[in-house]
């Protein structure tokens, strides 16, 4: 076991699961960090795909004092079957999780008339979370991390779920009470109360409060020179590639898709190699009527 976790024997050599992919399984050596052995399985079911040569010696000496059991992995899904075995608390993690002055759960039943997740907006218009006096700014899903993480290093967190709002660590500095309450007055005179059913006011949806505005795109001309950072609204042209994808062309200028997001897309030159100009021109667009320029324009003439 590494961890709580099952390991794999093979030659006397053991592996522990690095990641699993359809019906395949990764399995790399328990020495890869004390060795920098790069000793590696691929398995499929329950043949081996591929295999590297070990650095070291086998490890005999932990096999005899350790049970094995064969399994047959062709029966199983191994990642369910990894992720199955819980694994084991350090000491660190289990002081972390059984000492009660460092984690600190209000639930909604014992604090029915609180609004735990209140919101106002930063400077920049994003969503910081308000718990007991402090502010926390969004980290990644439902966790959520101290404004003062990088100026006084606090390690305090805080993780969203269902029915509760958990705190976990102390702070390092004193409460934002001047900044809550400014972020306050901000978002009420922004949004006004709304009443419910039951008589009590609840504020609207703080998340689209919080967003910044954006302005409207300009109408661009022919005979206007486009100015970098600013959204422009004119007819594009999209033209098929040989590789089946989409050349944008615009004023004799060609310009192959870089990157795709939720809503725009980002075009470089088509000279944007070494080799044929080390052009640095982008541009973004929004479907199919809305442009913004780079801050850097072409170094060559438009394309015949």
Known sequence: MYRGLPLLVKNKFIYRCERTRNHRSYWLCIRYKTHKCKGRI???????????????????????????????????????????????????????????????????????????????????????????????????????????????????????????????????????????????????????????????????NPLATCSTSKKAPVCLHDDMKPQPKIWYTVPLTFVANRRGTQNLHYRGYVYVRKKGYHHTMNWVCCKSNKKLGNCRARVCTEGDSKIRFGAKWHNHKPLK
């Open 42 to 204: 691929i398995c499929q079911n329950n043949s081996v795909l591929k295999e590297t040569e070990h650095c070291h010696m086998d490890d005999r000496r932990r096999l005899n004092h350790s049970d094995q059991k064969l399994v047959d992995l062709s029966q199983i899904n191994i990642g369910c079957w990894v992720k199955s075995v819980p694994p084991r608390f350090s000491s660190n993690a289990r002081k972390a999780t059984s000492t009660p002055r460092r984690m600190l759960v209000e639930t909604k039943e014992e604090k029915p008339d609180a609004l735990l997740d209140e919101y106002i907006p930063s400077q920049r218009g994003y969503p910081l979370l308000v718990v007991q006096n402090y502010l926390f700014r969004k980290n990644r899903g439902k966790y959520w991390r101290c404004i003062r993480c990088t100026k006084y290093n606090c390690r305090s967190r805080v993780i969203l779920k269902e029915d509760m709002v958990v705190n976990i660590g102390k702070h390092t500095h004193g409460p934002e009470t001047a900044k809550i309450q400014m972020g306050r007055k901000i978002r009420d005179s922004a949004v006004s109360p709304v009443a419910t059913d039951g008589g009590n006011f609840l504020v609207a």
